[in-house]
């Protein structure tokens, strides 16, 4: 308690200019104590025309008559007897690289903040009065800025609190009511929160291109790996095969397994360069958010909308997120196809070179006529294999069954009128509310659930309905969960809901309702293709009829969802495919 109160007193006998003990001080009218020499210097240093206290800012007319405060100077006489100083340590100097205090004089100490109103810089005494002292209170202090005076307008010499939108620049309350009168002038505040409103908004698309980049490299690694997979398996296969053509299918053997691995290296060669090229803009994406995260956190305004143009535009990448494959058939004729913008990844568990395999089993049987008319197959079907090319919609329902999942509903999202039961597979309306408990996901207005799983890639479903109409819907994650309009499927512009009544179809979406015309069933077949932004609706009975097909660009993931109406007895259950 004793150091403490030493230190105290140091504090107290300090000049706020010097920061050292007072030398010959003297007391100014406004009540604060100086060195002399420090006051004076200070006063007759720049052009001040007016003496002032560097403290409060107290100004003084006439210029007051320094006399030694001869109380102050034995009580730090008395002081120094004691060998205790007040210097600060060296780390708080300013240093090159380091904002210095404006106020201090001789050697400067570190600025801990810089005041926007007064247009200078304070360490931590020197700021004392922007805490202090009611008027001071009111300025803006920032984080320590060596550009203060990148905020003082050349022409009026005054600082610029403006932005005008017409020419894209600072300027100061003069500059708006002369050379840029007439323009279209906001407050700088204002513009920067437009701005930086606009840069979430494309932070947010580079977050979501990297993410979906970051996914599409794992596939092209899952991609290679199958390649080699299915090359390594058809060369052992090849070898065995001709092996028992003895000698003279030795040579045919070697020439095979060379095309398998020329072609090999050519499906893996082109995957890596795709790999490397996605790297390398998800690292250009995140120094880009960098730049902008960096940007975002400069508290004073002029200097981030300065900066902000410098920011180059966000360019349209040339690689297309969505690359598909087209599954191999069995034809020994298949054409490689260059990557188009329209297709998506994805893998397949089929043997890239299986064509090849069957093409040897062929040689094996037909011996001197397949050496002599159809070698020529043999080589086609090494070089068809084809990885990254698009893959359309099924034709038939085998085809969609390729791709059905398993829905099961959340009972965090389900509204208390309906009833899960089928493993969590089916809802019926009841007239008396569940025992669910509370949750921030329920829907509260709307007979509505979501299912656990969220959607990316392909995929199929279907749902049986029974008594009274159905809306069968895919939506994002965040959709609203309170309102009759606001939160139910197809009324607003995350969600997409075909509704099936008795004897009718209607495509919804953000509270706009498209006639569909389409044979009447109880079961509806769902199909999402995620990447290429496809939903399909299909009326399932003895054949499958396309009920309405919706093409877009689906920026999150997608979940399915059921809306059963207020009839007793109406359900609605995903049914089990597999």
Known sequence: MAQKGVQLDQETFSCSICLDLLKDPVTIPCGHSYCMSCIKNYWDEGEKKIPSCPQCRETFIPKPVLVKNTMLAALVEEMKKTGLQAAPA???YAGPEDVACDVCSGRKLKAVKSCLFCLASYCKNHLQPHHDVAPLKKHKLVDPSKNLQD???PRHDEVMKMFCRTDQKCICYLCSVDEHKGHDTVS?????????REMEVSRQQIQQEIQVREKDVKLLQQEVEAINQSADKTVEDSEEIFTELISLLQKRSSDVKQQIRSQQETEVRRVRELEEKLQQEIGDLKRRDAEMKQLRDIEDHNQFLHNYPSLPPLSESTHSSSISIRPLTHSSSISIRPLTHSSSISIRPLRYFQ????AVSEVRGRLQDILRDTWTNVSLAVTDVDVLLPQPEPK???GFLKYSCEITLDPNTVNTRLLLSEENRKVTFMNQHQSYSSHPDRFTNVLQVLSRESLTGRHYWEVEKKAGGVYVAVSYKNIIRSGVEESGFGGNDKSWSLYCYSDSYVFWYNSIDTSVSGPQSSRIGVYLDHR?????????SGTMTLLHRVQTSFTQPLHAGVQVAYTVGASAEFCKLK
């Open 355 to 358: 064509d090849v395999t069957a």
């Open 396 to 398: 038939s329902r085998a």
């Open 90 to 92: 060296d780390h708080c």
């Open 532 to 540: 290429a932004g496809v939903l399909s609706f299909y009326s399932v």
């Open 188 to 196: 700088a505040a204002a513009e920067r929160t437009e701005r930086q």
């Open 151 to 153: 905020n003082i307008c």
